[in-house]
T-cell receptor, first 112, second 118 residues
Framework: DAKTTQPTSMDCAEGRAANLPCNHS???????VYWYRQIHSQGPQYIIH???NNETNEMASLIITEDRKSSTLILPHATLRDTAVYYC?????????????FGSGTQLTVLP | GAVVSQHPSWVICKSGTSVKIECRSL??????MFWYRQFPKQSLMLMAT?????????EQGVEKDKFLINHASLTLSTLTVTSAHPEDSSFYIC??????????????FGPGTRLTVL
């Protein structure tokens, strides 16, 4: 799986958009970008994933650059409950039972 | 999304005792479950991959005789920490993979179990 690089921490004001970057310059053509988050003392929660097109769901938007070497997770209107560690993971989305490899993630703190 | 439960959510035990943690997929059948461990202020580290009806596959450095994994059914995997010691105190998290993944998330995580060994 390709290695990802994320900032250690970020702050965001409540109600504003939170933009979390992720670099994955060694991503290969069949690897997807997944985003999970982990609120303190809870299990990880799936947010969104994508291959090359931008994706949006009820939680967030995922913007992937044209060369696929980086992506940005956007929480459009951050709330205090969005304070969590956000993990960007790159992996092949195959039928094999492969685990997710978690990096250090970005600690997002939403400030009132 | 699918729901994965863990029991207990927290446990405190004495050094030398064994502790069993259950991971259940509530509304789907999971052919594969994963067990992770997370120490304070660190990321999740995979311990083992549990396949229904077969032996678990352990990651390097994880003692299979200390962390016993049983995946006897498609909805239940158990992790038993044998002869627990204070250094085993951690947050244990399981995830389950559905046999057929739709066009979304493939793995569903449990809420975690906080183990404290005195």
């Amino acid at each position: 799986d390709a290695k990802t690089t994320q900032p250690t921490s970020m702050d965001c004001a409540e109600g504003r958009a939170a933009n979390l970057p992720c670099n994955h310059s060694t991503i290969s053509g069949n690897e997807y970008v997944y985003w999970y988050r982990q609120i303190h003392s809870q299990g990880p929660q799936y947010i969104i994933h994508g291959l090359k097109n931008n994706e949006t769901n009820e939680m967030a938007s995922l913007i992937i650059t044209e060369d696929r070497k980086s992506s940005t997770l956007i929480l459009p209107h951050a709330t205090l409950r969005d304070t969590a560690v956000y993990y960007c993971i790159v992996r092949v989305r195959s039928g094999s039972a492969r685990q997710l490899t978690f990096g250090s993630g970005t600690q997002l703190t939403v400030l009132p | 999304g699918a729901v994965v439960s863990q029991h207990p959510s927290w446990v405190i035990c004495k050094s030398g005792t064994s502790v069993k943690i259950e991971c259940r997929s509530l509304d789907f059948q999971a052919t594969t479950m994963f067990w992770y461990r997370q120490f304070p202020k660190q990321s999740l580290m995979l311990m083992a991959t549990s396949n229904e009806g077969s032996k678990a596959t352990y990651e390097q450095g994880v003692e299979k005789d200390k962390f016993l994994i049983n995946h006897a059914s498609l909805t239940l995997s158990t992790l038993t920490v044998t002869s627990a010691h204070p250094e085993d105190s951690s947050f244990y998290i399981c995830s389950a993979r559905a046999p057929t993944s739709g066009d979304y998330n493939e793995q569903f995580f449990g809420p975690g179990t906080r183990l404290t060994v005195l």
